[in-house]
């Protein structure tokens, strides 16, 4: 059975990616984003899932119900191949955390950032260096949400007593914190 699970969630933008890298780097595991999961079931055409991001609770959190299934699966068949692996994304809360803490040793953290703006967005790029070149609307669109989804994320972690971290001050004392959650 799995020594441990780590899952790193949040909002867009927040850091998942620098942070997942990080601490896969450092404990010598493997990890994946729940991008190229949620890539393979576009692929597969498996029906129901969001069609665009937007940052209301109801939508977050309906999404993260209709992805749960996939992510529980995805666990279970690592129980064979790797002792501790790390899975990081936007498509789970603290409630699907604490569902798969019931069936697995994990542990979890959450980003968010709560005050972004355009100079933070382009800041750290992360495993998503795309962000940078992406037209304006867009770009505007996704500084504009991460406050409202990272809020929901902060409220999330405390109903299921799971760390959250706000990465929208000093990056990098803010990435250490995270690491150590």
Same mark, same amino acid.
């Given at each position: 059975?799995?020594?441990?699970?780590?899952?790193?969630?949040? &909002?867009?933008?927040?850091?998942? /990616?620098?942070?997942?890298?990080?601490?896969?780097?450092?404990?010598?595991?493997?990890?994946?984003?729940?991008?190229?999961?949620?890539?393979?079931?576009?692929?597969? #055409?498996?029906?129901?899932?969001?069609?665009?991001?937007?940052? #209301?609770?109801?939508?977050? &959190?309906?999404? &993260?119900?209709?992805?749960?299934?996939?992510?529980?699966?995805?666990?279970? *068949?690592?129980?064979?191949?790797?002792?501790?692996?790390?899975?990081?994304?936007?498509?789970?809360?603290?409630?699907?955390?604490?569902?798969?803490?019931?069936?697995?040793?994990?542990?979890?953290?959450?980003?968010?950032?709560? @005050?972004?703006?355009?100079?933070?967005? #382009?800041?750290?790029?992360?495993?998503?260096?795309?962000?940078? *070149?992406?037209? @304006?609307?867009?770009?505007?669109?996704?500084? *504009?949400? /991460?406050? @409202?989804?990272?809020?929901?994320?902060?409220? @999330?972690?405390?109903?299921?007593?799971? &760390?959250?971290?706000?990465?929208? *001050?000093?990056?990098?004392?803010?990435?250490?914190?995270?690491?150590?959650?």
């Amino acid at each position: 059975c799995f020594k441990m699970i780590y899952l790193v969630g949040g &909002a867009p933008r927040s850091g998942k /990616s620098i942070l997942g890298q990080r601490v896969a780097a450092n404990l010598k595991i493997g990890w994946t984003s729940t991008d190229l999961l949620k890539d393979l079931l576009r692929v597969q #055409d498996v029906e129901g899932g969001p069609a665009v991001w937007e940052a #209301d609770p109801q939508t977050i &959190a309906a999404s &993260a119900e209709w992805f749960y299934p996939f992510l529980e699966r995805y666990v279970s *068949g690592l129980n064979p191949i790797a002792d501790h692996y790390l899975i990081g994304g936007v498509d789970f809360l603290p409630r699907q955390a604490s569902l798969l803490a019931e069936k697995f040793p994990l542990r979890s953290v959450f980003l968010g950032c709560l @005050e972004m703006d355009f100079a933070l967005f #382009d800041r750290y790029p992360g495993r998503s260096r795309g962000y940078a *070149g992406l037209p @304006e609307s867009t770009r505007r669109l996704l500084v *504009g949400m /991460s406050p @409202e989804w990272s809020a929901f994320m902060r409220s @999330e972690a405390g109903k299921y007593k799971t &760390a959250f971290v706000d990465m929208g *001050g000093d990056f990098n004392k803010s990435l250490v914190k995270a690491e150590f959650c």
